[in-house]
């Protein structure tokens, strides 16, 4: 399975000059915990996240006006870039030696086209045991209805 058949496409994104109010803003218009920042001159390419998190630590808790700071002065640039097709086994390797929960996902000409998450993934591993654990109890059904037992 690969990146673009999990991930989600609705992506919510913030260029690194806008501030940090506005980010938050953003955040809660769209129920979000992350933005992907992205480099509109390179069109659209991902340059860092940033998330509720990394704006109450460093800035609010410290008693910073986040209206004066850049996303870009506290986003994360040391994102991890998923592409499209690449395989979901060997995202979710990279994301948990990496200990990130989150990665932007990338065309193969490089543009933002979703992102893949931890819940995405759980999602996913929660379908695939669902079917599992169907397909163990249908057997035990047929097994018993060819063998006479009800």
Excluded: C
């Amino acid at each position: 399975m690969q990146a673009n058949q999990v991930m989600t496409t609705n992506v919510v994104t913030i260029t690194p000059d806008k501030d940090l109010t506005y980010a938050a803003r953003l955040m809660r218009e769209h129920h979000v915990g992350f933005l992907v920042v992205t480099n509109q001159a390179h069109h659209g390419h991902p340059v860092g996240i940033i998330t509720d998190r990394d704006i109450v630590i460093e800035v609010v808790a410290v008693g910073i006006d986040p209206s004066t700071i850049k996303t870009a002065d506290v986003m994360s640039t040391k994102v991890m870039i998923a592409v499209e097709n690449e395989d979901i086994l060997s995202i979710t390797s990279k994301m948990r030696s990496m200990g990130i929960r989150r990665a932007p996902v990338i065309s193969t000409w490089g543009k933002l086209v979703g992102v893949i998450t931890f819940d995405d993934l759980l999602s996913l591993a929660n379908s695939l045991l669902n079917d599992m654990t169907g397909s163990i109890i249908n057997q035990i059904a047929i097994e018993k209805r060819l063998r006479g037992h009800s």
